[in-house]
């Protein structure tokens, strides 16, 4: 999964174009704004040319989740980009409208985000000005302008490993349903014999216990595989839908067999079946589980 939050930005430390201005030349009237290394002769900017700027190397660009916070993301390397408004004949003053920062080499320490996959600023409301005869740059605007940046990352890791977990839960369902009617068959007789001597009896432990033990074996795989840091996107979901549907098989087959018992209020066996039914729904539902399980054996990105 991936996903896209918007951020306010928190703090954009040195926002200074760093463009020089050029001595005149002497086979031109040089502009205030031309291109080449500070004190180089190099042709003139037109009005309308984009220009980049790298923010001084060691700055790194911060979003934070809350304003002064320390959690976000960080990028190490940015730069401006900025079109010409004006650029008279030197001395002077040029002007740009600063409209576009990229970004790149970022990080996030944001629980859950694995990778920041893009960033992007969607309005600067920023003028930039230069001026040749003292050199400075002044950049203009307003801190409380709203300019949206929007933050793309990666997600999907933590419901690797949070439906591992769903799944163990669900087995538990299962296995407290399990056990209770175990205890049940093995004390109680039906039509004069030992229950647990009925075939059909047998069959209903035999299923049960089968789907019980697959379930749990799927989860620890899950789980496993999460704890080392492996690509369990598929084993994941399949612990959890195959958890889901054996807490449902469990405890309604245990419902049937128990018989009037489990009707009574309070009845453990009986909450265990109400239960069991949201392990269906909640951190992705059956069908979106076999969404990804069919995605991941095709190739397909199962996100
Ligand atoms: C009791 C309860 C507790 C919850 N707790 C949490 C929680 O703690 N945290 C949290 O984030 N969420 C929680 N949820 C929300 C839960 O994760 C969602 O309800 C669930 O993911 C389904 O999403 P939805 O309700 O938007 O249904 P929809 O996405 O609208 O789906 C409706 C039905 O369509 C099916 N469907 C949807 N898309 C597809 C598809 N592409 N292919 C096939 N079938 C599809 C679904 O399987 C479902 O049967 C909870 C929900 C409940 C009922």
Redesign the pocket.
């Known amino acids: 999964m991936r996903a896209s939050r918007t951020a306010p930005i928190a703090a954009l430390a040195a926002l200074a174009l760093a463009l020089a201005a050029s001595p005149a030349r002497a086979d031109d009237p040089a502009s205030v704004l031309t291109t080449g290394a500070a004190g180089t002769d190099g042709a003139n900017v037109v009005v309308g040319d984009v220009l980049n700027a790298s923010v001084a190397a060691g700055t790194t660009a911060n979003f934070a989740t809350a304003a002064g916070g320390s959690t976000g993301v960080k990028c190490a390397v940015s730069a401006f980009t900025a079109t010409v408004t004006d650029n008279p004949v030197a001395p002077g003053v040029a002007g740009e409208s600063t409209t576009g920062h990229t970004f790149s080499s970022c990080t996030a320490n944001i629980f859950g985000v694995t990778k920041v996959n893009s960033v992007t600023v969607n309005n600067l409301p920023f003028g930039t000005t230069v001026d040749s005869a003292t050199g400075a740059v002044t950049v203009t605007g307003t801190d409380t302008a709203p300019i949206q940046t929007t933050l793309s990352g990666s997600t999907y890791k933590m419901l690797d490993s949070t439906r591992p977990v769903v799944g163990a839960q669900a087995v538990g369902i299962a296995r407290a349903a399990y056990e209770f009617l175990l205890e049940r068959i093995q004390s109680q007789t039906l039509h004069g014999t030992p229950m647990a001597s009925h075939q059909h009896i047998m069959f209903e432990l035999a299923e049960m216990h089968m789907e019980i033990t697959a379930s749990r074996m799927l989860a620890h795989r899950a789980a496993w595989m999460a704890d080392h840091h492996l690509d369990n996107v598929s084993v994941a979901s399949m612990a959890k839908a195959h958890a889901a549907r054996t807490a449902q098989m469990v405890t309604t087959r245990a419902m049937v067999l128990l018989g009037d018992e489990a009707l009574e209020p309070g009845h453990p066996v009986e909450k265990w079946y109400r239960d069991a039914k ?1 392990y269906d ?8 589980q076999r ?1 990804i399980i069919a995605k991941t054996m095709t190739g397909m990105n199962p996100t």
């Open positions: 949201i729904i909640f951190e992705g539902t059956g069908q979106i969404r």
